[in-house]
């Protein structure tokens, strides 16, 4: 099993983009040089980031910025299983310059008519879950790199958020947690080899930490007997590093797992009846920022516009070019076509649709399903409803429409 959280490149964590937001005189203009990657401005009700565009940094077309509601954020700890304080639905008033909130969808009838709600749906719909959950005991193992510092401090924090958004779908379980730095990755390896019998702990040296200015990617391992690995390598100090995302993103492949109750194969043996890829990664993509968003539709939106700032900006990415995106068993001439790391956003807003439609739970239900040796599409007319064959151009179509791309 291999997990990548990358977006820029087949390295892992590159494009999980940085919402540090930084000020200054001069105001953005899209396509103008800024001057670091991943900051960002508001300007005149827009967010502006600055992205890579070939090898200068640019900054992008921005994103509208009309809606905001913050609670406070429940801090559950390893140990315990707090019930979090109940807060009211928050009332989304519109700025005096926002539209009103759109009208989300309630069946894949009404779609495409009401894609402007599908984000706000998916994001209420995974914080109300939240809110009204208890955390699942996990119990933590860190196992830390001898001259390794933990990026992200608290870990617990998002992997109790992602066990309250999928509360129901996960069972009390240690979770290893195997932490290093580039000088500590011959020891990660042992490490790795210690806790998962016979996996590929190359995987350490050839993709997660390559180099010491690559060192920076998240796996997640199972092994069948109830041994659970999360990796984390700690050579970036970006957004997504110490946020908490990258460790919501891998532990939401741990609980993939553990509802199909088998790890998950290697990329080439990657068939039916496993869910494809861009499920498994979308999920988890759409998971982080959910989960550690959940406070904030704002910040959700904001983390959702930067991880798929690609798809906003190239016209390519109409409903027709989806449509052909969303296939199991990919022949090899798909993967010429499509980027690695369209696993990610593409996959990431397709779940964010079934979340709208019928909440969390209903995403991972299909892992659930799968694990009776169903294939894929099978398992999701069970759980949605609907043939995924009928279901996938009116998502596409609902996809092309939020990313600006069709009329």
């Not at 565009?53 to 390893?78: C, D, E, F, H, M």
């Not at 140990?79 to 009208?103: D, R, V």
Request: net charge positive.
């Amino acid at each position: 099993m291999r997990s990548r959280v990358s977006l820029a490149s087949l390295a892992l964590g590159a494009l999980l983009i940085s919402s540090t937001q930084a000020y200054s005189a001069n105001p953005p203009k899209p396509g103008a040089t800024c001057s670091k990657f991943g900051t960002s401005q508001t300007y005149k009700g827009k967010k502006y980031t600055c992205v890579k565009n070939g090898k200068r940094l640019i900054w992008n077309q921005g994103v509208a910025v009309t809606y905001t509601a913050s609670i406070p954020t429940p801090t559950p700890t390893p140990t315990s299983n707090p019930t979090p304080t109940p807060h009211p639905t928050p009332t989304l008033e519109p700025s005096k310059t926002a539209s009103p909130l759109p009208k989300t969808p309630t069946s894949f009838d009404d779609l495409v008519e009401n894609y402007r709600g599908i984000a706000y749906a998916a994001w209420s719909k995974s914080r109300e879950k939240i809110l009204s959950s208890k955390t699942t005991n996990i119990n933590l193992k860190l196992i830390l790199g001898p001259t390794s510092q933990l990026t992200y401090k608290e870990p617990m924090v998002p992997i109790n958020l992602v066990s309250r958004l999928y509360s129901g779908y996960i069972k009390e379980i240690e979770l290893n947690y195997l932490a290093f730095n580039y000088d500590d990755r011959e020891w990660a390896m042992k490490q790795m080899d210690a806790v998962i019998y016979n996996n590929d702990s190359r995987w350490i040296t050839y993709t997660a930490c390559k180099t010491r200015d690559t060192c920076w990617g998240g796996g997640a391992f199972y092994d069948g007997m109830n041994n659970y690995l999360a990796v984390v390598a700690l050579g970036s100090f970006d957004a997504n590093h110490t946020s908490g995302t990258l460790e919501a993103h891998e532990f939401t492949h741990v609980v993939q797992q553990m509802n199909y109750k088998a790890f998950r194969p290697p990329v080439e043996f990657l068939m039916d009846p496993w869910p494809p890829d861009w499920y498994w990664e979308g999920q988890a993509l759409f998971t982080q920022q959910a989960a550690v968003y959940y406070d904030s539709f704002s910040s959700y939106m904001s983390e959702r516009a930067a991880n798929a700032e690609e798809l906003f900006r190239l016209p390519k990415f109409n409903s027709q070019h989806i449509e052909s995106f969303f296939v199991f068993n990919a022949p090899e001439e798909w993967r010429k076509t499509y980027e690695r790391w369209r696993l990610y956003d593409l996959g990431a807003m397709f779940v964010e649709i079934l979340t709208a439609l019928k909440g969390p739970d209903s995403t991972m239900e299909v892992w659930r399903v799968a694990n009776s040796g169903v294939k894929f599409d099978v398992a999701f007319e069970k759980v949605y409803g609907i043939s995924f064959s009928k279901a996938v151009p009116i998502m596409a179509k609902a996809i092309a429409l939020q990313l600006g791309h069709e009329k």
